[in-house]
């Protein structure tokens, strides 16, 4: 969906360098989620966000939402090969119940 | 516990044919949605569910049907395939959209001819 922008379209790191990936809403969200796909198969949930100013870990990746709640950003550090794939962000706005997905981030590690 | 399930996993479709997309969840879960899945367009939802009974439009319905008559079934149909609705089809299913993560299903590669 426009109404939720991912940055960057695609990404190529050398392993071992951290990287980010920002998703960016106009509008409230009330809950943004990030998921990663390896190329092919179904999507795996990392993480989700609700409040202003939250930030959630798992290994080494670290999900940020911001004090207004229209922007989240997730960190890598040390990537390995295993990062590889598509991650998406996806969000519920204002106070509907859809979820919608971004355009998706394709992350390549190189060895 | 099987999660989502989706079937076929694969489809192939000739221009003009009708099928129905299955999705099942065994995790008593009231939001379903279906998903098509383009190279560089990320998840489009194409209809969503908060319970049985009740349905909606997402962002690319034309061309599609769904019903919930259960709250464990939420199926997709394609009236008349196009060569448009070649695509990845996700189903997802979460408790409540605000309560945590959506369970996806492995997805069905869908070619129309």
């Known amino acids: 969906s426009q109404e939720l922008e991912q940055s960057p379209q695609s990404l190529i790191v050398q392993e071992g360098k951290n990287l980010t990936i920002n998703c960016t809403s106009s509008k409230t969200l009330y809950g943004l989620y990030w998921y990663k796909q390896k190329y092919g198969e179904g999507l795996i949930f990392l993480m989700m966000?609700?409040?202003?100013?939250e930030e959630k870990s798992h290994e080494k990746i670290t999900a940020k939402l911001d004090e207004k709640k229209q922007q989240s950003s997730l960190h890598i550090t040390a990537s390995q090969p295993s990062h590889a794939g598509i991650y998406l962000c996806g969000a519920v706005m204002n106070r509907d119940d859809k979820i919608i997905f971004g355009k998706g981030t394709r992350l390549h590690i190189l060895p | 516990n099987a999660g989502v399930t989706q079937t076929p996993k694969f489809q192939v479709l000739k221009t003009g044919q009708s099928m129905t997309l299955q999705c099942a969840q065994d995790m008593n879960h009231e939001y379903m949605s279906w998903y098509r899945q383009d190279p560089g367009m990320g998840l489009r939802l194409i209809h969503y569910?908060?319970?049985?009974?009740?349905?909606d439009q997402g962002e690319v319905p034309n061309g599609y049907n769904v019903s919930r008559s259960t709250t464990e079934d939420f199926p997709l149909r394609l009236l008349s395939a196009a060569p448009s609705q070649t695509s990845v089809y996700f189903c997802?299913?979460?408790?409540?959209?605000?309560?945590?993560?959506?369970?996806f299903g492995q997805g069905t590669r869908l070619t129309v001819v």
């Open positions: 569910s908060v319970g049985a009974g009740i349905t």
């Open positions: 966000l609700q409040k202003g100013g």
């Open positions: 997802a299913s979460s408790y409540q959209w605000r309560g945590g993560e959506a369970f």
